[in-house]
Nanobody, 123 residues
Framework: QVQLVESGGGLVQAGGSLRLSCAAS????????MGWFRQAPGQEREFVAA????????YYADSVKGRFTISRDNAKNTVYLQMNNLRPEDTAVYYC????????????????WGQGTQVTVSS
């Protein structure tokens, strides 16, 4: 059974940094794409970043490009989201997700989801 477990959220001041982790288990993820999404209260879930596990190819939403970095550690089966220069508008619950093969931004196409971790950025 696939499990995705996020950690690393918290409260930070604007301009600060956080690193989110997503520990994946239950299968081999070599051919998977791993994505980070976020959802603020009253808003739709939105794409943040994604990575193809086997190639390391990455893709970012324009709103986070240059500030966030997605990466993976094959030995630990873990995907990270390094978030720098955080802004109040980054406040949301952040979710890790996985899907087979193609790296895409549509959350409805992802098969597996973590429980989410809260990120709050104060001004």
């Amino acid at each position: 059974q696939v499990q995705l477990v996020e950690s690393g959220g918290g409260l930070v001041q604007a301009g600060g940094s956080l690193r989110l982790s997503c520990a994946a288990s239950g299968r081999t993820f070599n051919n998977y794409a791993m994505g980070w999404f976020r959802q603020a209260p009253g808003q739709e879930r939105e794409f943040v970043a994604a990575i193809r596990w086997i190639t390391g190819t990455t893709y970012y939403a324009d709103s986070v490009k240059g500030r966030f970095t997605i990466s993976r550690d094959n030995a630990k089966n873990t995907v990270y989201l390094q978030m720098n220069n955080l802004r109040p508008e980054d406040t949301a619950v952040y979710y890790c997700a996985a899907r087979n093969f193609a790296l895409i931004t549509d959350s409805s196409k992802y098969d597996y989801w973590g429980q989410g971790t809260q990120v709050t950025v104060s001004s």
